[in-house]
């Protein structure tokens, strides 16, 4: 065979897809995003038993080829696309033994677009303890694929299914639905014109919903034409279509079925149930989830992001200490090592949030989760699906936007999306963390809380009621006439396999630190470059007066260092910047110095702490908070003589920080899931008003 | 009298007789829901809504509004 064989992993969400995915290729896999579209692809290789590598693509669960959401569009017409260099050579339909019936629906319309396919019976074990016994062999012969029991928790099958894989070449001949009388000469026609190769799949290119992007202009054309000349519209003869499929489904169970299934392997999922989505236990038990999360996420990640904080600031100074001085030894040390460090500081957190959220997809707890939410989400425009989403959003909004595509209803999806940032993202902590120790006293309230902790979750609490807040303004603003709905499977309680969780973990990891470290990394460099450069003849003025106070003042040479840093900043192309719009920002509390570090965290917020360090002239010692803390402490208000950072600047900047909209990375990331710049844009204004107000507000209040 | 799922309580089952909405139906059909399958109503949501029905031998979470479009004959 020409070149690697191309594997395609369809399946109905929960039948353990991802599973026999992981067992199949390992961590040897990569994502990348179908053509033109933000739909990840996960592709992965395999090593086959004749030597030859097999590229296996596992594709989003689906119910069938009637995509319902963006993702099973993508999914139909990657299989539909039979032209296409990626169209697979072999489709694996992964069913779930112990539920078999809708993956065989979707199994018989694969088989009817005329692609080979095998049958992969997952979960295997779980049927047998349930007492479910079938005639493979008999199965076999009345469908026409190769069927293989896997059990891909363990790996039994998977051998088999390899071998199955080299030995599958044609397509079944024998279609399974018979196609409407009315619907032939339409059929005929189009195949005639296009050169279609299969009935069913002539006939799934008129019935989609959407008519298929890769099709080319006249293709489209000529689709729209005769769907208009004989009548077609979307579902016309859907629901006979799934009538037939399901009478040839059971009738095919009747013979194979050597025994069924009772209910009594369930019965822990029904108690369970019981609990778990109980009226007060149940939100409980949802509520102390989230709190554990949060614990965790603020408690023991700090450890490991304190490891890589020290890590890149003592690879910095290593840099600058070692490669000849230069510019370029500065771009490298002060711009793009602290900047990739910045990123790579939020793994931690990101990883054990997605910890905690594969385990619970995993287990299935959280389609219960969606069960709960479900009637209050959708008093804000939201729906129960979206829970995900804002839970996400306190690692970080990028991982957090991606995951609002299993959203089916596009106004729900697009008010997920729009309000998923108000939730407090790991990069506003440190932000947080700093301006809280300045403004907020370390005390005990009410004998056990701490004062500046209950600060830290008023702002969490403002973040969330901000973004349900604005999912209700834009739920009466939005129109609509796509109906909502929600059909959602409660899969049986299992445990999560580690594997999975493992994997999933790494990859969200990487695409965080890919996605937002290409553009937090670009917009280090050019702060950089702004700050440290300026008009050659007053940054050498500054230098002159930096080093004439310094002599006065028998400075030390790394204070002397820092003097000269301190003097040339507010001569840089950013010093300027910051100057040109601090009248704007004075009512708030803030100077030129803050108004530099609300610009640089336009990039991402995270920068705000990097920045002040810089300007406060800290230099080398920037990555300890806390002289950077007694540096705030000290900075003197010129205007009233006190310090800068009082409480009704700190407070008005806490607020501007929890309701501002700071992060390039998340706006093109909202940007490509639009497909529009009207939304991003509209939420950069709206946040950013809304931060801009309650921190005039808070500010002309306290001051 | 016209019953749908929505008239069940927890525990009792019915049997799935037509739908009252072409458009849901079809999606409901794909989920299993066929005309001549039997559902059992397990339970609802803490604030009533969503439902959770077993049918086709597994456990299906939908609204209110869309269990009302299912008619059943007890």
């Given at each position: 065979?020409?070149?690697?064989?191309?594997?395609?992993?369809?399946?109905?969400?929960?039948?353990?897809?991802?599973?026999?995915?992981?067992?199949?290729?390992?961590?040897?896999?990569?994502?990348?995003?179908?053509?033109?579209?933000?739909?990840?692809?996960?592709?992965?290789?395999?090593?086959?038993?004749?030597?030859?590598?097999?590229?296996?693509?596992?594709?989003?669960?689906?119910?069938?080829?009637?995509?319902?959401?963006?993702?099973?569009?993508?999914?139909?017409?990657?299989?539909?696309?039979?032209?296409?260099?990626?169209?697979?050579?072999?489709?694996?339909?992964?069913?779930d033994?112990?539920?078999?019936?809708?993956?065989?629906?979707?199994?018989?319309q694969?088989?009817?677009?005329?692609?080979?396919?095998?049958?992969?019976?997952?979960?295997?074990?779980?049927?047998a303890?349930?007492?479910?016994?079938?005639?493979?062999?008999?199965?076999?012969?009345?469908?026409?694929?190769?069927v293989?029991?896997?059990?891909?928790?363990?790996?039994?099958?998977?051998?088999?299914l390899?071998?199955?894989?080299?030995?599958?070449?044609?397509?079944?001949?024998?279609?399974?639905?018979?196609?409407?009388?009315?619907?032939?000469?339409?059929?005929?026609?189009?195949?005639?014109?296009?050169?279609?190769d299969?009935?069913?799949?002539?006939?799934?290119?008129?019935?989609?919903?959407?008519?298929?992007?890769?099709?080319?202009?006249d293709?489209?054309?000529?689709?729209?034409?005769?769907?208009?000349?004989?009548?077609?519209?979307?579902?016309?003869?859907?629901?006979?279509?799934?009538?037939?499929?399901?009478?040839?489904?059971?009738?095919?169970?009747?013979?194979?079925?050597?025994?069924?299934?009772?209910?009594?392997?369930?019965?822990?999922?029904?108690?369970?149930?019981?609990?778990l989505?109980?009226?007060?236990?149940?939100?409980?038990?949802?509520?102390?989830?989230?709190?554990?999360?949060?614990?965790?996420?603020?408690?023991?990640?700090?450890?490991?992001?304190?490891?890589?904080?020290t890590?890149?600031a003592?690879?910095s100074?290593?840099?600058?200490?070692?490669?000849?001085?230069?510019?370029?030894?500065?771009l490298?040390?002060?711009?793009?090592?602290?900047?990739?460090g910045?990123?790579?500081?939020?793994?931690?957190?990101?990883?054990?949030?997605?910890?905690?959220?594969?385990?619970?997809?995993?287990?299935?707890?959280?389609?219960?989760?969606?069960?709960i939410?479900?009637?209050?989400?959708?008093?804000?425009?939201?729906?129960?699906?979206?829970?995900?989403?804002?839970?996400?959003?306190?690692?970080?909004?990028?991982?957090?936007?991606?995951?609002?595509?299993?959203?089916?209803?596009?106004?729900?999806?697009?008010?997920?999306?729009?309000?998923?940032?108000f939730?407090?993202?790991?990069?506003?902590?440190?932000?947080?963390?700093?301006?809280?120790?300045?403004?907020?006293?370390?005390e005990?309230?009410?004998?056990?809380?701490?004062?500046?902790?209950?600060?830290?979750?008023?702002?969490?609490?403002?973040?969330?009621?901000?973004?349900?807040?604005?999912?209700?303004?834009?739920?009466?603003?939005?129109?609509?006439?796509?109906?909502?709905?929600?059909?959602?499977?409660?899969p049986?309680?299992?445990?999560?396999?580690?594997?999975?969780?493992?994997?999933?973990?790494?990859?969200?990891?990487?695409?965080?630190v890919?996605?937002?470290?290409?553009?937090?990394?670009?917009?280090?460099?050019?702060?950089?470059?702004?700050?440290?450069?300026?008009?050659?003849?007053?940054m050498?003025?500054?230098?002159?007066?930096?080093?004439?106070?310094?002599?006065?003042?028998?400075?030390?040479?790394?204070e002397?260092?820092d003097?000269?840093?301190?003097?040339?900043?507010?001569?840089?192309?950013?010093?300027?910047?910051?100057?040109?719009?601090?009248?704007?920002?004075?009512?708030?509390?803030?100077?030129?110095?803050?108004?530099?570090?609300?610009?640089?965290?336009?990039?991402?917020?995270?920068?705000?702490v990097?920045?002040?360090?810089?300007?406060?002239?800290?230099?080398?010692?920037?990555?300890?908070?806390?002289?950077i803390?007694?540096?705030?402490?000290?900075?003197?208000n010129?205007?009233?003589?006190?310090?800068?950072?009082?409480?009704?600047?700190?407070?008005?900047?806490?607020?501007?920080?929890?309701?501002?909209?700071?992060?390039?990375?998340?706006?093109?990331?909202?940007?490509?899931?639009?497909?529009?710049?009207?939304w991003?844009?509209?939420?950069?204004?709206?946040?950013?008003?809304?931060?801009?107000?309650?921190a005039?507000?808070?500010?002309?209040?306290?001051? | 009298?016209?019953?749908?799922?929505?008239?069940?309580?927890?525990?009792?089952?019915?049997?799935?007789?037509?739908?009252?909405?072409?458009?849901?139906s079809?999606?409901?059909?794909?989920?299993?829901?066929?005309?001549?399958?039997?559902?059992?109503?397990?339970?609802?949501?803490?604030?009533?809504?969503?439902?959770?029905?077993?049918?086709?031998g597994?456990?299906?979470?939908?609204?209110?509004?869309?269990?009302?479009?299912?008619?059943?004959?007890?």
């Amino acid at each position: 065979m020409a070149g690697k064989l191309k594997v395609a992993l369809v399946g109905n969400p929960n039948s353990g897809k991802t599973s026999l995915f992981n067992q199949l290729t390992g961590l040897n896999q990569q994502t990348a995003n179908f053509p033109g579209v933000t739909v990840e692809r996960h592709t992965g290789f395999c090593k086959m038993s004749d030597g030859s590598i097999a590229e296996i693509t596992d594709l989003p669960g689906m119910y069938s080829l009637y995509p319902r959401s963006l993702d099973e569009r993508i999914v139909a017409e990657f299989l539909l696309n039979h032209r296409s260099k990626d169209c697979p050579d072999v489709v694996v339909v992964v069913a779930d033994a112990t539920n078999l019936k809708r993956g065989l629906l979707l199994l018989t319309q694969i088989v009817d677009i005329g692609l080979p396919v095998v049958l992969a019976l997952n979960m295997m074990d779980q049927a047998a303890k349930a007492g479910i016994n079938y005639d493979l062999h008999k199965m076999q012969q009345l469908l026409g694929v190769r069927v293989i029991p896997t059990n891909a928790r363990t790996g039994y099958g998977v051998d088999t299914l390899k071998q199955a894989l080299l030995q599958t070449h044609t397509a079944t001949q024998q279609p399974v639905y018979a196609l409407d009388n009315d619907v032939l000469a339409v059929v005929k026609e189009l195949r005639e014109k296009t050169g279609v190769d299969n009935d069913y799949e002539a006939y799934q290119l008129l019935e989609q919903p959407v008519i298929p992007s890769f099709l080319s202009d006249d293709e489209k054309e000529i689709v729209q034409s005769l769907k208009k000349k004989y009548n077609l519209f979307p579902g016309k003869y859907h629901g006979a279509e799934t009538i037939q499929r399901y009478g040839f489904i059971q009738d095919l169970l009747d013979q194979v079925t050597i025994r069924k299934a009772d209910e009594e392997w369930k019965r822990y999922t029904f108690r369970l149930d019981r609990i778990l989505t109980h009226r007060i236990y149940g939100y409980v038990i949802f509520l102390f989830i989230l709190l554990l999360i949060f614990q965790s996420i603020f408690s023991w990640a700090t450890l490991p992001m304190d490891w890589i904080d020290t890590l890149f600031a003592s690879l910095s100074n290593y840099l600058s200490n070692n490669l000849p001085e230069g510019p370029l030894t500065k771009l490298l040390a002060d711009g793009i090592v602290p900047g990739i460090g910045g990123i790579v500081m939020f793994v931690p957190q990101i990883a054990i949030l997605f910890a905690f959220i594969s385990i619970l997809e995993e287990s299935g707890y959280m389609a219960r989760v969606v069960f709960i939410m479900d009637k209050i989400m959708r008093k804000f425009g939201l729906n129960g699906r979206s829970v995900v989403p804002l839970m996400s959003g306190v690692a970080c909004a990028i991982p957090a936007i991606l995951s609002t595509r299993m959203i089916d209803n596009w106004k729900e999806r697009l008010i997920t999306i729009l309000v998923t940032p108000f939730m407090s993202c790991s990069a506003r902590i440190p932000v947080f963390t700093i301006l809280i120790a300045l403004i907020i006293p370390e005390e005990t309230v009410l004998g056990v809380f701490n004062l500046q902790g209950l600060t830290l979750m008023g702002l969490y609490l403002l973040g969330f009621f901000a973004a349900i807040g604005s999912a209700w303004v834009l739920k009466k603003l939005l129109r609509s006439a796509e109906r909502s709905y929600l059909l959602l499977e409660l899969p049986p309680y299992r445990m999560p396999r580690w594997n999975n969780v493992g994997i999933t973990i790494f990859d969200k990891t990487r695409s965080f630190v890919v996605e937002a470290g290409k553009i937090i990394l670009a917009i280090s460099i050019v702060l950089w470059v702004l700050s440290s450069y300026g008009p050659s003849s007053q940054m050498k003025e500054a230098e002159m007066r930096a080093r004439g106070e310094a002599a006065e003042l028998q400075l030390a040479e790394d204070e002397l260092q820092d003097k000269i840093a301190a003097y040339q900043l507010e001569q840089s192309y950013a010093g300027k910047i910051g100057k040109a719009i601090e009248p704007i920002i004075k009512p708030l509390g803030y100077d030129w110095k803050i108004g530099i570090a609300l610009l640089t965290s336009f990039a991402a917020r995270e920068v705000f702490v990097g920045t002040m360090a810089t300007i406060y002239s800290i230099g080398s010692r920037a990555d300890d908070e806390n002289t950077i803390k007694s540096r705030m402490q000290q900075e003197i208000n010129p205007d009233t003589g006190g310090p800068r950072f009082t409480f009704a600047t700190g407070l008005s900047l806490l607020l501007f920080y929890t309701f501002a909209m700071q992060c390039m990375s998340t706006l093109a990331v909202v940007y490509r899931e639009t497909q529009s710049w009207k939304w991003p844009l509209l939420q950069l204004v709206f946040m950013s008003a809304l931060a801009y107000v309650s921190a005039l507000v808070a500010y002309q209040y306290f001051a | 009298m016209v019953r749908t799922l929505t008239d069940l309580k927890p525990g009792e089952q019915g049997i799935i007789s037509g739908f009252s909405d072409d458009q849901l139906s079809v999606k409901l059909m794909e989920m299993g829901c066929l005309p001549g399958t039997t559902v059992r109503y397990n339970f609802s949501a803490p604030l009533g809504d969503p439902i959770c029905i077993s049918v086709a031998g597994y456990e299906l979470s939908l609204r209110l509004e869309e269990a009302a479009t299912i008619f059943i004959i007890l």
